[in-house]
């Protein structure tokens, strides 16, 4: 149960981290659209705001010029109404075009005859509009009209006389030729920042500057009580300015989320792959454990049995109990080659390893230690061939080291010949600024894939020919680390069922010339 949920906890832990990697993905999304709406809606209120302001001030301003018709109605007769529309003082600023005086039939008693033309107009185009029973009366009501392509603004205003049973209307004209005189002042403290212009509902433009009703943060309104056949339309100045940094702000938002889920999705690739890895390692620990249990197993095996035959007596003759021996003193080699790889590699890893290099000549270390395969050359029926070359340069090394190189490159080639051909060449040679290694078999070579791969720890091909051979999988390791220790290089080129070659280049050691002795040469200068 324990390895049960071990072996599925980073797969729970992936789908936890994916899914709320995700949700945050999606959540800082709509935090960022939400509030760029938020921030958009801020402002069409707030310009929304500044309309209803300029629309409240402008139908104020018309309010008042409207209140002035209930002075007339202090009037107690028609004549003295009349009397007192004749000579109202006229506006510093007008807004009024024309008063009317008319009574329920749509008599005209204001202007006086000589105006009346425009009074006999007004009541054929534009009183033959109005039920003057749905009036309320003195309560002025607004209309607004357009008359051959052209809009008109009046006030309306029913009343009575004391007195006199026939209602009467009061209308009040607003002047339509300049409508800078009402709309002028509240504009322009718009136009600062913003385009405004009034259009009617066939989007005819009647005041101020058109622009595109497309544009962002655009906002309008009907007029709502005078001109209200009219919609009073406003934008920011800056909207395409606005509209571009909100989408540099969206973007570099958007940047930033990706930024930050593609570091999630990598952080957790790192540790996936980590794990990978770490599981990969752990198996092949676990592989290089038994394969090590195996190599030390066999060899104890064999002395352990050979130990008993002597001790038992059971050796015929003199010859055959060295032999035993022979092989005993074999297994124990082999033992302790594979368990100083194993401290040694160790020792590296950790930073233990100590070296004593001194200056040596690569072929004598290679002849010194060749003795050690000879049994085993011998049992295998190898052959063997050294080939070094003359007055080799110096390298700097370490003894015990190069001899471990070599051992484990010379046990591979042994281990992994092939039965139709068991030669392997050693060759020792001079390539400058190099003194080069060479350890060539005829074996069953190495696959292309497993080649970026042979130098790493504990790695072990899949191949069945390469099973069938007992192996730790740490030789070519450690003879990388030692190369690398000694400031060299290793290089291996490999044919599948051709052999392998794996040649080895250390630094050559320059020969400093003697000093030369200033006395002798200012004596030979002399004569």
């Known amino acids: 149960m324990r390895q049960f949920f071990r072996s599925r906890m980073f797969p729970i832990a992936s789908g936890i981290v994916l899914f709320s990697t995700i949700t945050i993905g999606i959540l800082t999304f709509r935090y960022v659209a939400e509030k760029e709406s938020l921030l958009e809606i801020t402002l069409l209120q707030s310009n929304l705001g500044m309309v209803r302001q300029t629309l409240n001030r402008i139908e104020l301003n018309i309010s008042?010029?409207?209140?002035?018709?209930?002075?007339f109605l202090t009037s107690t007769t028609l004549e003295e109404l009349q009397l007192r529309l004749a000579n109202a003082p006229a506006d510093p600023v007008p807004l009024i075009r024309q008063i009317y005086l008319l009574d329920d039939q749509w008599n005209v008693y204001f202007p006086a005859a000589r105006q009346r033309e425009n009074a006999r107009w007004f009541r054929r185009r534009v009183?033959?509009?109005?039920?003057?029973?749905?009036?309320?009366?003195?309560?002025?009501?607004h209309l607004h009209t357009a008359i051959d392509g052209r809009y008109y603004l009046f006030s309306l205003l029913p009343f009575t006389l004391a007195g006199d049973d026939r209602r009467f209307?009061?209308?009040?004209?607003?002047?339509?030729?300049?409508?800078?005189?009402?709309?002028?002042?509240?504009?322009?403290?718009?136009?600062r920042n913003h385009v405004v212009c009034i259009r009617d509902y066939e989007n005819n433009l009647i005041f101020g500057t058109p622009f595109q009703v497309s544009r962002k943060y655009f906002v309008e309104q009907r007029f709502p009580m005078t001109f209200y056949k009219w919609l009073f339309q406003l934008a920011p100045r800056n909207a395409d300015q606005l509209e571009q940094e909100a989408l540099s702000i969206r973007s570099q938002n958007m940047l930033l989320l990706a930024i930050n889920l593609v570091l999630i999705l990598s952080a957790w690739f790192l540790v996936y792959v980590s794990r990978r890895e770490e599981q990969k390692l752990t198996q092949q620990k676990e592989a290089f454990i038994r394969n090590v249990s195996h190599e030390l197993k066999t060899p104890l095996a064999l002395i352990k049995m050979f130990s008993e035959i002597l001790l038992m007596g059971r050796g015929r003759d003199e010859r055959t109990r060295q032999e035993y021996l022979s092989v005993i003193f074999a297994e124990t080699e082999r033992m302790t080659h594979l368990i100083n790889n194993v401290l040694d590699l160790a020792n590296l890893e950790n930073g233990l390893q100590k070296f004593s290099f001194e200056d040596l000549r690569l072929d004598q270390v290679v002849s010194r230690h060749l003795e050690a395969f000879d049994y085993r050359m011998k049992k295998e029926k190898v052959e063997l061939r050294v080939d070094a070359e003359p007055d080799l340069?110096?390298?700097?090394g370490d003894a015990n080291a190069l001899a471990l190189i070599l051992l484990n490159l010379l046990d591979n080639a042994i281990k992994y010949s092939a039965n139709k051909s068991r030669r392997v060449r050693i060759r020792i040679f001079h390539e400058p600024p190099h003194v080069c290694l060479e350890v060539r078999d005829e074996?069953?070579?190495?696959?292309?894939?497993?080649l970026p791969s042979i130098f790493n720890k504990f790695y072990r091909s899949d191949n069945i020919a390469v099973r069938r051979v007992r192996g730790s999988g740490i030789g070519l390791s450690l003879v990388k680390y030692l190369v690398e220790a000694h400031g060299g290089q290793i290089q291996v080129d490999s044919a599948v069922g051709e052999g392998s070659v794996f040649v080895i280049r250390f630094p050559a050691r320059v020969e400093t010339p003697p000093p030369v002795d200033e006395t002798d040469e200012s004596a030979t200068n002399r004569l």
Not at 127 to 141: A, C, E, H, V
Not at 169 to 191: I, K, N, T, W
Request: glycine share 8%; no cysteine.
């Open 127 to 141: 009183l033959s509009t109005i039920d003057p029973g749905q009036l309320p009366p003195l309560s002025i009501q």
């Open 443 to 450: 074996g069953i070579g190495i696959a292309p894939e497993d």
């Open 169 to 191: 209307l009061l209308v009040q004209e607003y002047r339509g030729d300049d409508l800078d005189v009402f709309f002028g002042a509240s504009v322009r403290d718009l136009e």
């Open 64 to 71: 008042a010029q409207d209140q002035k018709l209930y002075t």
């Open 393 to 396: 340069p110096m390298i700097r």
